[in-house]
């Protein structure tokens, strides 16, 4: 599906630029979606301080006439 083609893709190193490519996709490939919210969780990040894990989410919304 979208999504696998998505992480099968150009790398992209950054979650915002993973759930970009996927909300895109869902409101590309799907007309009749009006808004695509998609949200990427990340387990296990290395940072200081530590974290249980990092996300973020992205929202895609149709534009009038597209």
Known sequence: GLVREVFAGPE??????????????????FPTVERARVRVRKPDVVLDPPVEFAAVIVERERTAGA
């Open 12 to 29: 992209r190193l950054l979650l915002e630029g993973l759930a970009g490519a996927v909300a895109d996709g869902i409101v590309e490939r």
